[in-house]
Nanobody, 119 residues
Framework: QDQLVESGGGSVQTGGSLRLSCAPS??????????MGWFREAPGKDREKVAH???????YYADSVKGRFTITRYNPNNTVSLRMVNLKPEDTGTYYC???????????WGQGTQVTVSS
């Protein structure tokens, strides 16, 4: 399994914006993941899928983030980003980058980055 590294988390107020980024921990990882995406886990809640993007550009967004979050990826470097605008307190949680063949059962994960949205 390949390790992924997230960056870009932080604390913002309601309505603020953040951009998360993710890349393989080793620059030597050149294989292209079929799917890359983002999950989040809020305190006391199950981990949920936020968004994913396939190698050919197909996307999925959770209903709660549609119109506010945008996922992009750059296949040559195996990087994926999540642009988040109009953030709400319910977006607070640990955000995990993931990648793999099955977008609903990804095998490769990052350690997570914290996003906190205050009202």
């Amino acid at each position: 399994q390949d390790q992924l590294v997230e960056s870009g988390g932080g604390s913002v107020q309601t309505g603020g914006s953040l951009r998360l980024s993710c890349a393989p921990s080793r620059s030597s990882d050149r294989k292209s993941f079929t799917y890359m995406g983002w999950f989040r886990e809020a305190p006391g809640k199950d981990r949920e899928k936020v968004a994913h993007m396939g190698r050919v550009g197909d996307t999925y967004y959770a209903d709660s983030v549609k119109g506010r979050f945008t996922i992009t990826r750059y296949n040559p470097n195996n990087t994926v980003s999540l642009r988040m605008v109009n953030l709400k307190p319910e977006d607070t949680g640990t955000y995990y980058c993931a990648a793999g063949i099955n977008p609903w059962s990804m095998a490769n994960w990052g350690q997570g980055t914290q996003v906190t949205v205050s009202s």
